[in-house]
């Protein structure tokens, strides 16, 4: 005759709580790839939303400012969520932006990019000439130039990108 089990055994308690674990952890993995992709999209907004600052007011730029990133900090023409810092916008993912240029044309830079970010950054539809003023993406320090009037292929973006970079777009400026 069997006695009656009135509880669970210790391999019974050691199986649940593995199976636990493992759903814990793909949980995590899902939370921690959404929050990377929500930050990556308010970056994008964040530049595209600077490019488009800048552009409206480079007709009222004056050198006296020292630079672009000088002339909308003065102004108080830029998002709640940048930081002003040493020179530059502090944006999210703790990229750094600047803006650089003239009257005729500006670059916006976003470095301290991870990998994600640049690619989204270099390969992201900024528009064209003849609608939004785009010039150009690329990706690099330096003399980095960007020559096209369109983003970068994705596959370019890919293999020019790390963690780190540097994606530099370029805009038509004032157009009177």
């Known amino acids: ?23 814990t952890v793909g949980g995590l993995n899902v939370i921690g790839r959404s929050r990377q992709m929500h930050e ?8 595209s939303k600077v490019a488009m600052t800048a552009k409206k ?38 990229s750094e932006i600047t ?10 830079s976003v470095a301290g990019l991870t990998t994600d970010g640049c690619i989204q950054l270099a390969g992201n539809d900024w528009g064209k000439k003849g609608t939004n003023g785009f010039l150009g993406a690329c990706v690099g320090v330096g003399d980095c130039s960007p020559s096209s009037d369109k983003q970068m292929e994705l596959n370019k973006a890919s293999s020019s990108c790390y963690d780190g ?5 370029k805009f038509k400026a004032c157009t009177n």
């Open 1 to 23: 005759m069997l006695a009656n089990e009135n509880g669970r055994s210790m391999v019974e308690m050691l199986g649940v709580l593995a199976i636990i674990g493992v759903m």
């Open 40 to 47: 990556l999209g308010q970056l994008v907004a964040e530049v």
């Open 57 to 94: 007011m480079a007709c009222d730029y004056d050198a006296a400012y020292g630079s672009y990133t000088m002339f909308l900090y003065k102004s108080e023409a830029y998002s709640d969520e940048l930081e002003y810092e040493d020179g530059k916008f502090i944006g999210p993912m703790d």
């Open 99 to 108: 803006i650089s240029g003239d009257l005729s044309e500006f670059e916006v």
């Open 165 to 169: 970079s540097t994606v530099k777009l």
